[in-house]
Protein backbone atom coordinates (compact mmCIF):
# COMPACT_ATOMS: atom_id res chain seq x y z
CA UNK A 1 0.00 0.00 0.00
CA UNK A 2 1.10 3.34 -0.79
CA UNK A 3 0.19 6.31 0.68
CA UNK A 4 0.58 10.43 0.00
CA UNK A 5 1.55 12.55 3.05
CA UNK A 6 1.03 16.15 2.65
CA UNK A 7 2.34 17.09 6.21
CA UNK A 8 4.04 15.98 9.27
CA UNK A 9 1.27 15.82 10.75
CA UNK A 10 -0.29 13.34 8.16
CA UNK A 11 2.99 11.38 8.31
CA UNK A 12 2.10 11.10 12.11
CA UNK A 13 -1.58 10.16 12.28
CA UNK A 14 -0.22 7.31 9.09
CA UNK A 15 2.13 5.95 11.87
CA UNK A 16 -0.52 5.91 14.82
CA UNK A 17 -2.88 3.75 12.26
CA UNK A 18 0.07 1.36 11.55
CA UNK A 19 0.71 0.86 15.33
CA UNK A 20 -2.88 -0.05 15.94
CA UNK A 21 -1.99 -3.51 14.09
CA UNK A 22 1.01 -3.75 16.01
CA UNK A 23 1.61 -6.52 18.54
CA UNK A 24 4.16 -7.95 21.00
CA UNK A 25 7.41 -8.72 18.65
CA UNK A 26 6.39 -6.59 15.15
CA UNK A 27 9.29 -5.11 13.87
CA UNK A 28 8.75 -2.15 11.51
CA UNK A 29 11.43 -1.51 9.64
CA UNK A 30 12.03 2.19 7.89
CA UNK A 31 14.00 2.94 4.75
CA UNK A 32 14.60 6.64 3.03
CA UNK A 33 17.48 9.30 3.65
CA UNK A 34 17.96 11.85 5.92
CA UNK A 35 15.10 14.38 6.62
CA UNK A 36 12.40 12.05 5.01
CA UNK A 37 9.71 11.61 8.17
CA UNK A 38 10.85 8.58 9.58
CA UNK A 39 10.88 9.92 13.39
CA UNK A 40 7.45 11.80 12.63
CA UNK A 41 6.06 7.99 12.21
CA UNK A 42 7.07 7.23 15.09
CA UNK A 43 6.05 9.44 16.97
CA UNK A 44 2.79 9.11 15.71
CA UNK A 45 3.31 4.90 16.48
CA UNK A 46 4.08 6.20 19.96
CA UNK A 47 0.74 7.87 20.34
CA UNK A 48 -0.63 4.60 19.96
CA UNK A 49 1.65 2.27 21.93
CA UNK A 50 3.50 4.27 24.09
CA UNK A 51 1.07 8.14 25.28
CA UNK A 52 2.89 10.72 26.32
CA UNK A 53 6.28 9.51 25.76
CA UNK A 54 8.81 12.27 24.10
CA UNK A 55 9.80 10.92 20.98
CA UNK A 56 13.29 11.84 19.34
CA UNK A 57 15.53 10.64 17.13
CA UNK A 58 18.33 8.16 18.39
CA UNK A 59 20.63 9.22 16.28
CA UNK A 60 23.61 10.00 18.97
CA UNK A 61 21.99 7.51 21.43
CA UNK A 62 21.17 4.72 19.02
CA UNK A 63 18.30 3.16 20.83
CA UNK A 64 15.13 4.98 22.78
CA UNK A 65 12.66 3.18 25.31
CA UNK A 66 9.22 4.69 24.80
CA UNK A 67 7.44 2.33 27.55
CA UNK A 68 4.38 1.15 26.87
CA UNK A 69 2.30 -2.51 26.72
CA UNK A 70 3.90 -3.75 24.65
CA UNK A 71 7.24 -1.53 24.69
CA UNK A 72 8.00 0.49 21.92
CA UNK A 73 11.96 0.77 21.24
CA UNK A 74 13.05 3.12 18.66
CA UNK A 75 16.53 2.25 16.93
CA UNK A 76 18.60 4.03 14.46
CA UNK A 77 20.95 1.85 12.55
CA UNK A 78 22.74 4.83 10.48
CA UNK A 79 26.06 4.01 12.19
CA UNK A 80 26.07 0.01 12.18
CA UNK A 81 28.36 -1.67 10.46
CA UNK A 82 28.71 -5.19 11.46
CA UNK A 83 26.59 -7.83 13.69
CA UNK A 84 28.75 -6.97 16.63
CA UNK A 85 27.76 -3.27 16.59
CA UNK A 86 24.11 -4.20 16.42
CA UNK A 87 24.57 -6.63 18.91
CA UNK A 88 25.42 -3.81 21.28
CA UNK A 89 22.22 -1.89 20.43
CA UNK A 90 20.64 -4.61 22.65
CA UNK A 91 18.14 -5.28 19.47
CA UNK A 92 17.84 -8.87 19.77
CA UNK A 93 16.86 -9.25 23.55
CA UNK A 94 14.59 -6.06 22.70
CA UNK A 95 12.58 -8.28 20.32
CA UNK A 96 13.05 -11.57 22.04
CA UNK A 97 11.36 -9.41 25.06
CA UNK A 98 8.26 -8.68 22.76
CA UNK A 99 8.78 -4.82 22.34
CA UNK A 100 8.28 -3.47 18.77
CA UNK A 101 10.59 -2.68 17.35
CA UNK A 102 10.78 1.06 15.28
CA UNK A 103 14.19 0.29 13.28
CA UNK A 104 15.72 3.84 11.45
CA UNK A 105 18.31 3.10 8.45
CA UNK A 106 17.01 -0.37 8.01
CA UNK A 107 18.79 -0.79 5.06
CA UNK A 108 21.77 -1.54 7.25
CA UNK A 109 20.71 -4.56 9.38
CA UNK A 110 18.59 -5.79 6.32
CA UNK A 111 20.44 -9.36 7.23
CA UNK A 112 18.84 -9.37 10.51
CA UNK A 113 15.17 -8.15 9.83
CA UNK A 114 12.87 -10.86 10.39
CA UNK A 115 10.61 -12.36 7.46
CA UNK A 116 7.67 -10.71 8.58
CA UNK A 117 9.08 -7.22 9.07
CA UNK A 118 6.75 -4.71 8.31
CA UNK A 119 8.49 -2.59 5.75
CA UNK A 120 7.47 1.42 5.52
CA UNK A 121 9.69 2.82 2.78
CA UNK A 122 9.44 6.85 2.40
CA UNK A 123 10.17 8.92 -1.63
CA UNK A 124 10.62 12.32 -1.18
CA UNK A 125 8.27 14.20 -3.41
CA UNK A 126 8.46 17.90 -2.11
CA UNK A 127 9.90 19.58 0.59
CA UNK A 128 6.52 18.68 2.19
CA UNK A 129 4.85 15.76 0.32
CA UNK A 130 6.13 11.90 1.18
CA UNK A 131 5.16 8.91 -0.54
CA UNK A 132 5.17 6.36 2.42
CA UNK A 133 4.67 2.13 0.83
CA UNK A 134 3.73 0.01 3.52
CA UNK A 135 4.46 -3.37 3.10
CA UNK A 136 3.64 -6.79 5.13
CA UNK A 137 0.50 -5.72 7.27
CA UNK A 138 -3.03 -6.11 5.81
CA UNK A 139 -4.86 -2.91 6.28
Known amino acids: MSVMTHSEAQTEALGAKLASYCKAGTVVAFFG ?55 TTGFFEYQQQGAVLAVEWSENIEAALPDDAIRVTFTRLSDTEREITIEGVEW
Do not use: C
Open 33 to 87: GLGMGKTAFVRGMAQTLAPGAHVSSPTFALVNDYGGNPKLVHFDMYRITGWEDLD
